[in-house]
T-cell receptor, first 118, second 109 residues
Framework: GAVVSQHPSWVICKSGTSVKIECRSL??????MFWYRQFPKQSLMLMAT?????????EQGVEKDKFLINHASLTLSTLTVTSAHPEDSSFYIC??????????????FGPGTRLLVL | AQRVTQPEKLLSVFKGAPVELKCNYS??????LFWYVQYSRQRLQLLLR??SRESIKGFTADLNKGETSFHLKKPFAQEEDSAMYYC???????????FGKGTLLTVNP
């Protein structure tokens, strides 16, 4: 089946530093990937849509200069949290759709990356 | 605006009892409807989608366009069904999902 990986699985960094999170589709190509943020005991909040070959589309209220997204290839999207602060600490999850067009694209989710900013 | 309502944050049943997780949506156009599940310490995964009309792990969900509902049902709950369940409509050319707040189902022995 379709597998999505994320790296790293967890990261601790100092306030003010930047952190890059990778999302890879291992056995399928994804022209689109999605980045979510999940707070403890809460639902997933969509942050942005990563588009291969073009700019990412950010949801309302998400700072594009804070959360840089680069869709480098058909199997890789990266999320960089720039100048991280403690309030950026969260669980970041990516997903990629895979399926037959018109039959209901299924999203495949990565295992998530836990970010702790000290 | 797209909106998904899962009214029950927590749902607790005994093993063997029927279970219904409610989902109502407000969505422009004709969305695809999905249920995703997250078991403890596992990633989010697809449970079922309305377009395939299948039963997965004994769960079914019927799309009621008139009531804009997509409730998830299982006649006899099992302990291994304990998990977080998310209802999610999807639409648009990029199949973006809108997640409900989720329902934490606990099946007691």
């Amino acid at each position: 089946g379709a597998v999505v990986s994320q790296h790293p699985s967890w990261v601790i960094c100092k306030s003010g530093t930047s952190v890059k999170i990778e999302c890879r589709s291992l056995d399928f190509q994804a022209t689109t990937m999605f980045w979510y943020r999940q707070f403890p005991k809460q639902s997933l909040m969509l942050m942005a849509t990563s588009n291969e070959g073009s700019k990412a589309t950010y949801e309302q209220g998400v700072e594009k200069d804070k959360f840089l997204i680069n869709h480098a290839s058909l199997t890789l999207s990266t999320l960089t949290v720039t100048s991280a602060h403690p309030e950026d600490s969260s669980f970041y999850i990516c997903s990629a759709p895979n399926g037959l067009a018109g039959s209901g694209e299924t999203q495949y989710f990565g295992p998530g990356t836990r970010l702790l900013v000290l | 605006a797209q909106r998904v309502t899962q009214p029950e944050k927590l749902l607790s049943v005994f093993k063997g009892a029927p279970v219904e997780l409610k989902c109502n949506y407000s969505y422009s156009g004709s969305p695809e409807l999905f249920w995703y599940v997250q078991y403890s310490r596992q990633r989010l995964q697809l449970l079922l989608r309305h377009i395939s009309r299948e039963s997965i792990k004994g769960f079914t969900a019927d799309l009621n366009k008139g009531e804009t509902s997509f409730h998830l049902k299982k006649p006899f709950a099992q302990e291994e069904d304990s998990a977080m369940y998310y209802c999610a409509p999807s639409g648009g050319s990029n199949y973006k999902l809108t997640f409900g707040k989720g329902t934490l189902l606990t099946v007691n022995p």
